[in-house]
């Protein structure tokens, strides 16, 4: 059975999907923090396998109880906040529930011989880029609180590798956008910060105008530039990085991008032509702790994974839109 950690969150829900497609005894656990208990129905009327048990890492006795009660053999964690603002403006609850809470999970997997584990970290730990497109060699300097916290935890496992041998993959997500709204899945945040929802919900509400954080960054039009990934592509990886653990029994870290950048402007643009409206919009000030640019170099994981994205923007924004719709209708029947 893979245990999986913040599986009523937008990346855990559509991992759990997935390895509940291939056949996978999968297991949920959740604290409904930052997740939904709607995502879990959703999961579970079309997977009846699926188990979800209600608990949180930071509790030890919690995850006791999981590895107590169920034959786990590997874990994928994702439980984790994410928010780089927020980390900044309350740093305790970043480094105690993303580095003290996955500190209590290595230690009950330890306690109960499961020795793998596959990770999602961030684009965030690399800083700001001192080359493009960025690969896993490029130095690590966050400049944010929720980076350092990401990066913390993958040097925790090198030590844990080496003490234990415990194994892990950390994969670094670069933007993940998307959603597989079919399965009624999707990117769902109380207080959205992200830019792709953002932007929807200002051209599908208009209760809000959608601003732009700084348009002076040393890029082409003076916005931020990304590298977009579907999330869809991104589940697949973490299977095929399942695999290859399980298959070599060695730790590793891949970047999950598509190579591909995108300005702040160039995706609102775009969304403006998908949805063939015209939204407000507005320049306001930097936001602390981002980057100018990030983008990922995905050889590594193309070359040892064999994984490589699918989605094209168009599709991955498309999907985006259909989920907000479905959110919007979903609590307007609530
Ligand atoms: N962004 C923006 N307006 C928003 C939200 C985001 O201009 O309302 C920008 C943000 O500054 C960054 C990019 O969009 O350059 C992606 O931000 P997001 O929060 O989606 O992801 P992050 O890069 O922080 O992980």
């Not at 994410?82 to 999970?105: D, G, H, R």
């Not at 990066?151 to 933007?175: H, Q």
């Not at 950048?261 to 702790?289: C, D, F, Q, T, W």
């Amino acid at each position: 059975m893979i245990l999986i950690t913040g599986g009523a969150g937008y990346i855990g829900s559509h991992c759990a999907v997935e390895f509940l497609k291939d056949g996978f005894d999968v297991l949920i656990f959740d604290n409904f923090s930052t997740g939904h208990r709607e995502i879990i129905q959703n999961i579970q009327s079309k997977y009846k396998s699926a188990v979800f048990c209600e608990g949180d890492l930071r509790n030890k006795s919690d995850i006791d109880n999981l590895f107590k009660s169920y034959k786990i053999d590997a874990v994928i964690h994702l439980a984790a906040y994410s928010i780089v603002s927020e980390s900044f403006n309350v740093p305790e609850k970043y480094y105690e529930n993303n580095v003290c809470a996955t500190i209590n999970l290595l230690n009950s997997m330890l306690e109960n011989s499961v020795m793998n584990i596959i990770f999602s970290s961030t684009a965030a730990v690399y800083g700001e880029p001192l080359y493009l497109p960025i690969d896993e060699k490029h130095s690590k300097k966050p400049i944010n609180p929720y980076g350092k916290t990401k990066l913390m935890i993958e040097n925790i496992m090198d030590d844990y590798d080496i003490a234990y041998r415990l194994k892990s993959v950390r994969l670094r997500y670069f933007n993940v956008i998307g959603a597989d709204y079919e399965n009624g899945l999707g990117e769902w945040h109380d207080n959205e910060t992200h830019l792709v929802p953002i932007i929807l919900k200002s051209a599908l509400k208009n209760d809000f105008v959608f601003k732009i954080f700084g348009k002076d960054y040393s890029t082409k039009d003076g916005t931020c530039i990304r590298d977009y990934i579907d999330v869809r592509d991104l589940v697949a990886a973490h299977k095929l990085a399942y695999y290859y653990l399980i298959k070599n029994q060695i730790s590793d870290v891949f970047n999950i991008g598509t190579q591909k950048g995108y300005s702040v402007k160039e995706i609102y643009e775009i969304i403006v032509e998908i949805l063939g409206k015209k939204i407000p919009v507005e320049y306001a000030p930097k936001r602390n702790g981002d980057s100018a640019v990030l983008l990922a170099s995905a050889k590594k994981a193309e070359n040892l994974l064999g994984w490589r994205y699918k989605k094209t923007l168009y599709e991955s924004i498309k999907s985006a839109y259909e989920w907000e719709r479905y959110l919007i209708n979903l609590k307007a029947s609530n």
